[in-house]
C-alpha cells in the first residue's frame, strides 16, 4: 500500500463512517474503480482504530458521564441511556462476529453493494419525510435502543451503512434528526471499539508502517470533523443529499458491473 492509497482511503473512511453513506462500501468501491489492490487486515485496523480516536475524541465528555452514572447512579437519565447503548450495542456485536467470513466475501460485490446502497437511499427518504420528529435523547427508551441495536447488526453488509440505519431506525422511533445522530454515534463507540480489538492480535510489529500511521491519523482527523459536520446540518437540513448521493451511486456501480467496465 502506498502513502497517497493510504491518505485516500483514510479519508473515505472517516467520512463514510460517520455519514450515512456506507465506509464499508465505499472501502470496497475505491480501491475496484482505481484498479488498487485490497489493503488487507493491517490497515482495516488503521482504520478503525482512527475512527474510534474520532469519536472519543469528540464524545470523551458525554462517555465519562455515561459511565460514572452508569454504574453508581443508574436511575438518572444518563445512567439509564448508559445500559440503553450497552443492550443496544449486543445485536450487532453479536451477528458481526457470525457472518464475519461472508462480510469480507459474498458481501463485497459490487452488484450487492449497488442495490444495498439504493435499498438503503429508499428506506432513509422514508424514515426521514414519513416520520414524527418528537423524542429528545433524554426521552430514549429501551424499547427505542433495541429497535436501533437490532438494525445495526444489517451494517456487516457493504451499502447498509451502520450510521445510516441506525439513524433510519432512530427517525422511525420518533428521535429527531439530530438526536438519531447523536444516538448513532455513540453507540458505534464499543462497535468501532470491538471491531479494531478483535483484529489486533493479528498484527506485527512490521505492520505499525507509515501507511499504517498515515490511515490511523487521517481518518480520525476526518472523522472528527464529520461528527461535527453532520450534527450541525441535521440541526437546519434532512438527510436529502446524502439520500441522492446514495441513489446516484448505487446506480453507477450495478451500471458498471452489469456492464464488465470494471
Not at 474503480?33 to 474520532?54: P, S
Not at 451494517?155 to 433510519?168: D, H, L, Y
Not at 438527510?239 to 458498471?256: E, K
Request: without cysteine; glycine residues 10%; charged residues 15%.
Amino acid at each position: 500500500m502506498s502513502l497517497f492509497e493510504a491518505v485516500i482511503l483514510g479519508v473515505v473512511q472517516g467520512v463514510g463512517e460517520f455519514l450515512p453513506i456506507s465506509s464499508s462500501a465505499h472501502l470496497v468501491l475505491v480501491p475496484w474503480l482505481m484498479g488498487w489492490h485490497y489493503a488487507g487486515l493491517t490497515f482495516d485496523v488503521a482504520l478503525h482504530v482512527g475512527t474510534l480516536v474520532a469519536v472519543v475524541a469528540f464524545f470523551w465528555k458525554d462517555w465519562l458521564i455515561l459511565i460514572h452514572d452508569g454504574l453508581l447512579r443508574r436511575r438518572t437519565t444518563e445512567g439509564r441511556l448508559f445500559w440503553y447503548l450497552v443492550v443496544a450495542t449486543v445485536p450487532g456485536a453479536a451477528i458481526g462476529y457470525m457472518f464475519e467470513e461472508q462480510a469480507e466475501t459474498i458481501f463485497r460485490e459490487p452488484l450487492v453493494i449497488g442495490a444495498m446502497l439504493i435499498i438503503m437511499g429508499v428506506i432513509l427518504y422514508l424514515a426521514d419525510t414519513r416520520a414524527p420528529a418528537y423524542k429528545k435523547l433524554e426521552e430514549v427508551g429501551l424499547g427505542e435502543s433495541l429497535w436501533i441495536g437490532l438494525s445495526q447488526a444489517l451494517a456487516i453488509i457493504p451499502g447498509v451503512s451502520r450510521s445510516g440505519i441506525t439513524m433510519a431506525v432512530g427517525r422511525m422511533a420518533g428521535l429527531d434528526r439530530e438526536t438519531a445522530a447523536r444516538f448513532s454515534f455513540l453507540m458505534s463507540t464499543p462497535i468501532i471499539f470491538g471491531a479494531g480489538v478483535m483484529q489486533l492480535p493479528k498484527l506485527t510489529p512490521a505492520d505499525l508502517n507509515l501507511p499504517f500511521l498515515a490511515g490511523v491519523v487521517v481518518s480520525a482527523v476526518i472523522g472528527f470533523l464529520s461528527i461535527k459536520f453532520l450534527l450541525r446540518f441535521l440541526t437546519r437540513h434532512s438527510f436529502g443529499i446524502f439520500i441522492w448521493y446514495r441513489l446516484i451511486l448505487g446506480a453507477a456501480v450495478i451500471f458498471l458491473a452489469l456492464a464488465g467496465i470494471r
